[in-house]
């Protein structure tokens, strides 16, 4: 474990470390969605949506197909809730603290988006029919409206090899949803039969 001796605990040792962000990561940063970033956005299948809260911190996965998170007008964004676990941890978060970042992930791209801003929940009938997947509404939708909006280089991607096919892990070769469950649930739940169920399962609860 590190010592405490070798803590950062200042914003002038951080700077001092790292310097004062400057030239194009400054001006990268704005506050509405130029015509680049909404074609980043229109071909972002998968962002990750962090909220936090007075019970703490939440990091959600949210996936469909690209254009699902759909650009409302320069400063606006909506997003469906699909079929989930219903532990809405960052819908929570949210009622008390609007705050938001979403990281949008393009499959081959290096380059990832990422949005701040706050957020609401709405049920609005018009907004939720107008993302209707095969006549299934989604539960609510996600409005968010931006505050600041940039792009990332490309190095973590280039770094994690996260799109090289020789990279990808055989699913078989780390535990099965069912087993994890079985095991922080000392049995209880999940299991073989859990996990026979799971692509049925999945298939019926994806809208």
Known sequence: ????????????Q?????????????????DHLSPSYRKLIEAAPFVAIATGGPEGLDCSPKGDAAGF????????????????NNRVDGFR??????????LFLIPGVGETLRVNGR?????????MQSFAVNGKLPRSVL???IETVFFHCSKAIVRSKLW????QIARNSLPSTGSIIAEVSQGKMGGEDYDKAAPERIKAMLY
């Open 164 to 167: 090289d096919p020789a990279t």
């Open 143 to 145: 409005v968010i409206h």
């Open 93 to 102: 978060n949210i009622l008390r603290d609007p705050r938001i970042a979403v």
């Open 14 to 30: 951080l700077e001092a470390l790292y310097g004062k962000p400057f030239g194009p990561s400054l001006a990268k940063e704005i």
């Open 69 to 84: 998170v759909r650009i409302l007008d320069d400063k606006t964004l909506a997003i469906p809730d699909r079929p989930g």
């Open 119 to 127: 957020a609401s929940i709405s049920i609005d009938p018009e907004l």
């Open 1 to 12: 474990m590190a010592g405490t001796d070798h803590l950062i605990t200042t914003v002038e």
